[in-house]
């Protein structure tokens, strides 16, 4: 291969790599395949994931927070199992 070639290999694969940061800006931008990015903030949220912890390969243990309230959770690939329910959120700070 001459050396013309390995320029016009170069400049194809920089046109290319280029082509591909275009696409990715554009999807980020109308919110597409990126959904962290599209979804906003909220302070107001009620439902969050407070602790999760691995029991084995295959089940994790999850505690989940709705308003002031806790859930445990099991989580495996077939089953989600209820371990506790309406355990009383310690108080936050918000200093």
Known sequence: ????GYIRFLLALVFVIGLIGIAATMARRFGLGFPAAAM???TNRRLS???AAPL??????V????????????LG?????VIESGIKAPARDTA
């Open 56 to 61: 084995d390969g295959r089940r994790r243990m």
């Open 1 to 4: 291969m001459e050396f013309s």
């Open 40 to 42: 906003k903030k909220s």
């Open 77 to 81: 690939p077939n089953s989600e199992t």
């Open 63 to 74: 505690l989940v927070r709705r308003d002031d309230t806790e859930h445990l959770i099991i």
């Open 49 to 51: 994931v407070v602790e």
